[in-house]
């Protein structure tokens, strides 16, 4: 069965990539309405059907898939869903919708980095019709039966992000904004890979998310975070410590700029949780090399930004 974070709220583990304990998408049960918040890819649409039906209901009962970007772990997998899901429509933010309209860029960026790993990683990210398609902007609020979510924008991973927040509840479901803490781990890492890291606009991000005053955060990678406070206040020290780390190592070359974030990462995690393999785990979700780029352009682009301006 899927885990039961909060009443009417479940996770369902994806086993992406044969993975236990890494990507999670969640059931969210209004009573007359039921809500996907994450689709995942479509190499795991079996999990969220499956998991649909554990609970009881079929996915003819779905209304509402929530996306909180557009990442192929997050959303690849919202147009297949719509095939099984004939009430459903997708809401994702402004400038994420284009990308499930028609995702050409989207799939052709994942193909120059997976390469012939893409449909075994992801499988077929099909198009979201336009007419299926729901924008939301910020502070909007979707009534899921006797349910509601309201989007809050939350940049600093992605530009395209949405964390949704249930009020009535307290939960927010954080997507990658909230970080990646494995079966709550005392440790809380940013996924940091290309194009839109922003560390400034991510603290700030951070700073919108305490401002709720939030019960439990339901991140994607992965489940039900009971300690709010800590948890943001951990993922925001990470951040600043990694942003002062990426100054210090300005002119390496890429290769050395993972091997270091590696290293680094790897014995701040070992110090908190005294294990290796927890190590090897957050490793797993989302390769060093991939998070060292996204801090390099960051760094890149925050250091051209005064020239720019001037």
């Known amino acids: 069965m899927?885990?039961?974070?909060?009443?009417?709220?479940?996770?369902?583990?994806?086993?992406?990539?044969g993975l236990s304990g890494q990507v999670a998408a969640y059931l969210l049960d209004g009573g007359d309405a039921l809500a996907v918040v994450e689709t995942g890819p479509t190499s795991t649409l079996p999990a969220v059907l499956r998991a649909i039906r554990e609970i009881g209901r079929v996915p003819e009962d779905v209304t509402h898939l929530l996306v909180t970007h557009v990442h192929l772990d997050h959303a690849g997998g919202a147009g297949a869903l719509l095939r099984h899901t004939p009430r459903a429509r997708v809401y994702v933010h402004p400038r994420g919708a284009p990308h499930l309209a028609n995702p050409s860029r989207l799939i052709s960026s994942a193909t120059q980095l997976y390469g012939d790993q893409m449909d075994t990683l992801w499988g077929e990210m099909a198009p979201v019709p336009e007419d299926r398609l729901v924008v939301l902007h910020d502070e909007d609020e979707v009534e899921i039966g006797t349910r509601r979510l309201r989007a809050v924008d939350t940049p600093g991973h992605a530009v395209h992000h949405h964390a949704y927040h249930d009020p009535d509840?307290?939960?927010?479901?954080?997507?990658?904004?909230?970080?990646?803490?494995?079966?709550?781990?005392?440790?809380?890492?940013?996924?940091?890979?290309?194009?839109?890291?922003?560390?400034?606009?991510?603290?700030?991000?951070?700073?919108?998310?305490?401002?709720?005053?939030?019960?439990?955060?339901?991140?994607?990678?992965?489940?039900?975070?009971?300690?709010?406070?800590?948890?943001?206040?951990?993922?925001?020290?990470?951040?600043?410590?990694?942003?002062?780390?990426?100054?210090?190592?300005?002119?390496?070359?890429?290769?050395?700029?993972?091997?270091?974030?590696a290293g680094r990462a790897t014995a701040d995690i070992v110090a908190a949780t005294g294990s290796e393999a927890a190590a090897r785990a957050y490793e797993r979700a989302v390769p060093y090399p991939m998070m060292a780029a996204g801090l390099e352009r960051w760094w890149t682009k925050r250091q051209r930004a005064p020239a720019a301006g001037g």
């Open 169 to 261: 509840a307290g939960l927010v479901f954080t997507g990658d904004v909230g970080g990646i803490r494995l079966e709550r781990m005392p440790y809380v890492s940013a996924p940091t890979p290309p194009p839109d890291i922003d560390l400034g606009a991510w603290q700030a991000s951070l700073a919108r998310l305490r401002a709720l005053k939030p019960l439990i955060l339901l991140p994607t990678h992965f489940g039900g975070v009971i300690d709010p406070e800590w948890h943001l206040d951990d993922l925001s020290r990470r951040l600043e410590g990694w942003g002062r780390w990426m100054a210090e190592q300005a002119g390496a070359d890429s290769a050395a700029l993972a091997a270091a974030l």
């Open 2 to 17: 899927p885990y039961l974070e909060s009443p009417g709220v479940h996770r369902v583990d994806l086993v992406w990539n």
